[in-house]
């Protein structure tokens, strides 16, 4: 893995926390202010999105490339 590739990666992947960290803050704010289950579902649900896409790789059970 080249350096800039490397890079690139450790920027998406702290990109992502920031995203869900933000999301959490998001969370914790709706849970106070609304009384919603739909919509602390609704962001819990654009979590754990994120984390399988990105984090866990599952996206890439469907795509046709060889190798590891």
Known sequence: MSRESRAAAYRL???VALVLAVLTIVEYYAALHFN????LFLLALFKAVAVL???MHVSR???????H
Not at 61 to 67: F, N
């Open 61 to 67: 059970l469907w795509t046709q490339e060889e190798g």
């Open 36 to 39: 919603s289950t739909i919509v």
């Open 13 to 15: 992947s702290a990109t």
């Open 53 to 55: 896409n990105y984090f």
